[in-house]
Structures are given as C-alpha cells and as structure tokens.
C-alpha cells in the first residue's frame, strides 16, 4: 500500500525503527524538513514541536516493528493529513495504537533477498551480497521495511548498499 500510495504524501516519506530513541527519531524527521531543534531544551518540547510541524504536512510516516506504543506515541501526529503506518507482530499493540490491521507473512532470508534484488536489481545485489544479505537482517526481512530501503536504494543509483547498511546500524 505505501509503495503504490507515496505520490499521495507531498511531503516524502518518513521512516523509523520503533526500537531508535524516540528524541532521535524526532531530530532525524525534523531535519528533513530542514526544522532545527537546538533551540529546544526539553526532549517533551521537541516532540510537541515534531507533531506540530508534522500536522502541517502530507507525509507517509512509517515506524517499523513497533513493540511499546509509549515509544512511539510522542512521534505521532494527532491531527492533519499525514498518514502513519506501523508495522508489529504483536495484535494487541496494534489496538493499543488505534490501528487498522493488515497481516503480511514474514519472510525468509531468501525470500527477503528476492524482493530488494526485485526492487534495486539482482546485479546491484550480486556486487554487494554480503551487505545486500546484512540489509535484509537488519530489517529483519520485514516486506514494508525491504520495500522502502529498496526504493530509497533506488534513488539513489550510485549509493553503495555498504553505505546504506551503516547509516541503517
């Protein structure tokens, strides 16, 4: 769904691991909107401040692997045009947040390899194996996460998967 909808959201796509700092994750999208938090003292006062200028925007956030809603909750806007997708294996933590269910089946190594060589090209994926099979570890094989790593690989031609891999860790 997010891959056939990101025209939607003018705004780009925002994306996170629910396991990253939640401060993190509010300085990492803010800046993408080019929005400076230095001036901010407090950690609550930066995140109101994320939510607000999120309200604002169309974007597509996704947060990834969500285990505690209270992690992610501070991130999310409460009102506006933006759309937030999460992704969890736990059901409840879903209905805790309030979301609408969709069940993808967990891949597995190869079938997670199979589907970022589909997006970025299976060349781009032999010439870095090793960091290609890393990248789908990292993401744990998770389909949504594989597709849009893929399709920010894909805009991105010349990037080394290498690279990409460590501003993921």
Not at 157 to 162: E, F, H, I, Q, T
Request: charged content about 25%.
């Amino acid at each position: 769904w997010a891959h056939e909808n990101k025209e939607r959201f003018e705004d780009g796509v925002l994306w996170a691991n629910a396991a990253n700092d939640p401060a993190m994750v509010a300085e990492q999208w803010a800046a993408a909107f080019e929005y400076d938090f230095r001036g901010i003292a407090k950690i609550e006062d930066r995140l109101l401040a994320l939510r607000d200028l999120l309200s604002k925007k169309q974007a597509l956030i996704i947060i990834d692997d969500v285990e505690v809603a209270a992690r992610v909750k501070p991130l999310i806007p409460t009102e506006g045009s933006s759309v937030v997708v999460f992704t969890t294996r736990n059901v409840e933590m879903a209905y805790a947040l309030g979301a609408e269910l969709f069940n993808l089946d967990v891949l597995t190594s190869l079938n997670g390899s199979s589907l970022l060589s589909s997006i970025i090209g299976q060349a781009r994926v032999q010439n870095e194996q090793v960091a290609a099979d890393d990248i789908c570890q990292a993401l744990q094989n998770l389909p949504l996460a594989l597709a849009i790593a893929g399709q920010y690989l894909v805009s991105r031609p010349k990037r080394r998967l290498a690279t990409f891999l460590r501003r993921l860790q």
